[in-house]
């Protein structure tokens, strides 16, 4: 249950019941008081004290989509994107990355609104740097194919820009499209993509957090992050050793939230820009997604506590506290007071080791020859 | 480790338009006091690093920061504050509703509206500053008094200097009377400048705070409420320019006791009674305020206790007699003064030792006058185990740099309370004429 006030998301509820079971008025009423009460109250004052907005050149925006045969979902995203784009007006573009077939190109066909170009080289960063040197709109938006954008996505995030006209990047609240399976329920109790309802503005320094800013976790999530075009220009594009796919499918969207906060910007999350997305369905997948998780993080962890001398304590810090929570995590598991069965954690702890023991290293001339064979 | 650098204590009006928050240059941050008008609702701690602060940012933040206060004004549930009780539910509140909060809109011009409507009652008050040879805040101290709307029934100051030094002090402000108390003490200074006053409502406030304007009609208006015998309310740092101020405010936690309403009755005093009822959360004596008549009831303070004697808690031991008879106690934050924090760096421990000596001495005087054996609990097993955690326990965030000053109250606290054992207690209830 997503609770929201006008536009705004305040909470989200799991609310476990046996099947057939009717939720009352009055269970709902309280469900949502009780988890809701204080966002509300907050959101009236924020309300009655908000000063009537600025007018501000808007900037540009292109929503760039990187895919890979996942036709149905790449519609489905899509579909969710043209309303927006006839009442706003910006740039959709499509990055087929190394498409086995022509299924996407065909499905683009369909949409004469959406711009499409292909990336032959195998690798997520790889097709995000197409989209940056592609891309019309001073910002870009990129959006993962199994996602579906919220009504107010694009609202959200020129509300955003307006508050914040010195941000560099903005990120928003991930929610799950469903719950279907129980792999998808598992997802979600363990905190699924979500990152809370209160906005939140990064900068150089985060009182309370002496890591900052390397547990780039907090900051937001790959699904759904904008950033300004020529400051991602600047600070060179993403990583194209991290999100290759298998062997290391993670880390790139955390190593450019570091990055972008490491250069002296500012990093806005805004919970209203809002998508939903697709959890992974079955078990295995699940269990590979935490693999990765672990993997993607400690190989971006690990690449630059080897070239950011400055920093490299803080990094320190952070692989001593993530294994740490890691263990405890295993240990309240195995006792079954936490949501997510060992083997699950078990497969983050293992990413990690995997992840600190030179996988970034690997990764690098791995892609060091898809690059000599592309040239 | 850095140099100290002065907070900046700014006061924010959120019916103001703000146009965000930028830090003065050589300062360790901003410590922001959120009103809405004349009703203060929360606070900010931002330091330097977290600056400047946007618009839309500082909205946020205080619109966070203020939600409880203004929840607890607007609604019947949801939003009430714990007391220092040990229980299931400490706020002994219920679930929020949702049809009220869903009806909430313009929250802060509906709770100054809500507020507006309430008369406030002519009742007389007598306001009683205690002052010992500290004439430029006392001045500043009577300086607010006479801007105070609505204003006081009668002003006494007692000066607790064998030198009389604040006669010169109290003869510029017309109207205001003076009181000498050369005796030290300042419970014996409290209870000669009772014997004087003349108020329906007695009102304390210390000669280094400065009450806010609509101080009196807070408390004129919680007294309207028959069942309230005394009460408490808010009190902020007037300033931050030391560290030793800002450690007191920030580590300690000053003498804040937070922005939305308190209520401490009888329940409140038997639920704790077996572990020694935490009656110094209650408030502090540099804001505070009885109605005459519970003094024929319950005695006046007790001259062993308070700055100059144990050091302090003569406030709160009075608080324990009133709720061990089961009179109710309300802290009320719309009564807000401001406190001149002790400036001296090596004042904190110094006010921690006297703070603890006080403590353990009051602990024992409410033993010997009530039997409850919550006292002693605290004392021999409550305080001991705290030291021993803080003494032991391994971590950067455990403030260790007073423990030794406190013990060492700890020790001069009972000391104090076996020397002075034989002595005259409170004048009997029976003596006192009003």
Known sequence: MLIRRKTRPLAYILHEAPAGTVLTTEVLRSLIA????????????????????????????????????????LARCIGSLLPLQESHGFEILVVDNAPPNQETSALLQKFPTVRYVEE?????????????AEAGGEWIAFLDDDIVADRWWFDALEDALRENPDAAAITGLVLPLELSTTAQIVFEKRGGFQRG???????????????????????????????????????????????????????????????????????????????????????????????????????????????????????RRLIRWWFHDQFDRLRSSLRGRHPLPARMVLAEILGGIVGLLGEYGRSRRRIERIRKEFS | MSTFQPWDVRQVDLSVPNGGLTAAPDTGGIHVQLHWKSIPLGQLWLALNELPLT????????????????????????????LPVVGENPARDKPAELGPLLECCQPLAVIERALGQIPVPKTSVSVIVCTRGRPDPLRNCLAALARLDPAADEILVVDNSAEGSARRITDQFPGVMYVS?????????????????????????????????????????TFADETISAMTGLVLPLALNTAAQVRFERNF????????????????????????????????????AFRSSVFAQIGTFDERLGAGAAGCSEDSELWYRMLAKGLTIRYEPLAAVWHGHRAEDDAYGAQMEEYMRGHVAALLVQFEKHRHSGNLRRLLLA?????????????????RSTLGREMRGCLRGVCHYLRNRPLRRTSPASAFSP
């Open chain 1, 34 to 73: 009780e988890a809701a009460a204080g966002k509300i109250v907050e959101e009236a004052i924020g309300e009655e004290l908000a000063t009537s907005p600025v007018a501000s050149a808007k900037p540009s925006v292109t929503a760039a989509i990187c895919t890979r045969a996942r036709t149905k979902e």
């Open chain 1, 120 to 132: 032959p080289r195998p690798g997520l960063d790889f097709a995000r740097n197409r989209a940056l």
């Open chain 1, 197 to 315: 309802f209160d906005p939140r503005r990064y900068g150089s320094v985060l009182p309370g957090n002496p890591v900052h800013p390397c547990g780039a976790g907090i900051f937001g999530t790959g699904s759904n992050m904008a950033f300004r075009r020529d400051t991602l220009r600047q600070l060179g594009g993403f990583d194209e050793a991290l999100d290759t796919g298998a062997p290391l499918p993670g880390g790139g969207d955390l190593d450019m939230f570091f990055r972008i906060i490491r250069a002296g910007n500012i990093l806005v999350y805004e919970p209203r820009f809002l998508v939903f997305h697709e959890h992974r369905r079955d078990e295995a997948a699940l269990q590979r997604q935490y693999y990765t998780w672990g993997l993607g993080l400690m190989a971006y962890v690990d690449k630059h506590r080897r070239a950011d001398i400055a920093y490299r304590d803080r990094f």
């Open chain 2, 55 to 82: 618009a839309s940012d500082f909205l946020r933040r205080a619109a966070r920061a203020i939600a409880p206060a203004v929840g607890d004004r607007l609604f019947e549930h949801g939003f009430r504050a714990a």
């Open chain 2, 181 to 221: 108390e050369p005796q030290p003490g300042l419970s014996r200074a409290r209870n000669a400048g009772l014997r004087q006053a003349t108020g329906t409502l007695i009102a304390w406030t210390d000669d280094d705070v400065v009450p806010h304007p609509f101080w009196l009609g807070a408390i004129r208006r």
């Open chain 2, 253 to 288: 936690g000053g003498f804040n006791r937070g922005y939305r309403r308190l209520t401490y009755d009888r329940q409140f005093f038997s639920e704790m009674a077996g572990r020694g009822v935490p009656v110094w959360d209650i408030g502090a004596g540099a804001n505070m």
């Open chain 2, 383 to 399: 305080l001991p185990r705290h030291y021993l955690r803080r003494m032991t326990l391994r971590g950067g965030d455990v403030d």
